[in-house]
């Protein structure tokens, strides 16, 4: 099973960027679509991104179309997550996941099987 670790994440003012990250432990990596879902404080776990195995197709929540980047290298088996023009409501613990065998872009939490732990991402006002 590919196994995730993130990097990346911290303390940010509103406005700014930062750049999420996650390492797979194998090469099939590339087989695989990769997602990133966040849960906020007080709230349920939502999507946030999405890529498809190839790094062709990617898709996005609402909240963050325009703002956030999702990307991968194959070569390299890491998949990132771009977050620019940060607001406090993008305050989260961050996961990456892998997604189906050979997928598109996923936003639903059931297609996911192995998850990164999360990252904490805090942005201030």
């Known amino acids: 099973q590919v196994q995730l670790v993130p990097s990346g994440g911290g303390l940010v003012q509103a406005g700014g960027s930062l750049r999420l990250s996650c390492a797979a432990s194998?090469?099939?990596?590339?087989?695989?679509?990769g997602g990133w879902f966040r849960h906020p404080p007080g709230k349920e776990r939502e999507f946030v991104a999405s890529?498809?195995?190839?790094?062709?197709?990617?898709s996005y929540a609402d909240s963050v179309k325009g703002r956030f980047t999702i990307s991968r290298d194959n070569t390299a088996n890491t998949m990132d997550l771009q977050m620019n023009s940060l607001t406090p409501d993008d305050t989260a613990v961050y996961y990456c996941?892998?997604?189906?065998?050979?997928?598109?872009?996923?936003?639903?939490?059931?297609?996911?099987?192995?998850w990164g732990r999360g990252t904490q991402v805090t942005v201030s006002s």
């Open positions: 890529i498809g195995y190839s790094g062709t197709s990617t």
């Open positions: 194998e090469r099939t990596f590339r087989r695989y679509a």
């Open positions: 996941a892998v997604g189906p065998a050979w997928g598109a872009p996923i936003a639903s939490e059931a297609g996911y099987g192995s």
